[in-house]
């Protein structure tokens, strides 16, 4: 299984979750381990120290993009290459500054909705909404997609493919509003 996981990892208010306990926690069923192990690098940054425990734990592949312009170098190339993709709804965090934004568009605003930009793009070239999942820190930045997608009568995204990244959680990582977990992801083992 390929995935593509688009995550800025901010280190500030509730998103503040370290980046390897997150990885950690999402993925720790996909590779058939109860934790992370020793061979997990957690001093690592966690775009290049992922692939490599999934190259070495796993048959699957994981590709980490931290920004907008990080996902649109590999989109056109390998959108249909993914079972999977991941994507943090506001990416603010880790977009280089200076780096491009779609004309006409206020750059603040865009990066905070970068992931719905992204879903949609994926969604118009034909991407089954199946293989996307949403996961953000922003509580109401689902809500908020919710009532823009009712307002533009857009069918909603499909809500067990929704996850809010939480500290609470045991896992810190849990189904949003009480949605089952992201069937694709949990289905498969090691």
């Not at 390929?2 to 069923?29: H, M, Q, V």
């Not at 590999?74 to 491009?100: Q, R, V």
């Not at 189904?175 to 949990?186: E, N």
Request: hydrophobic share 35%; charged share 30%; with cysteine.
């Amino acid at each position: 299984m390929r995935i593509i996981w688009i995550e800025d990892f901010p280190n500030t208010g509730k998103e503040s979750i370290a980046p390897s306990s997150l990885a950690a926690n999402l993925f720790k069923d996909l590779l058939g381990l109860d934790t992370f192990d020793e061979d997990y690098d957690t001093d690592n940054n966690v775009e290049e120290e992922l692939p490599r425990y999934f190259k070495e734990k796993s048959i699957h592949e994981i590709v980490v993009c931290k920004s907008y312009n990080e996902y649109w170098k590999i989109h056109d190339l390998n959108y249909l290459n993914f079972d999977i993709i991941i994507i943090d709804i506001n990416l603010t965090a880790a977009e280089p500054k200076g780096s491009e934004t779609p004309s006409g568009l206020d750059r603040k605003d865009f990066l905070e909705k970068a992931g719905f930009y992204i879903w949609n793009l994926l969604i118009r070239k034909g991407v089954p909404e199946d293989q996307i999942a949403f996961m953000t820190g922003n509580g109401n930045s689902v809500s908020d997609f919710e009532r823009h997608c009712k307002d533009a009568n857009i069918p909603l995204l499909k809500k067990e493919n929704v996850f809010e990244k939480s500290e609470e959680s045991e896992d810190q990582l849990k189904p949003k509003r009480g949605y089952s977990t992201f069937p694709r992801l949990a289905s498969i083992k090691g």
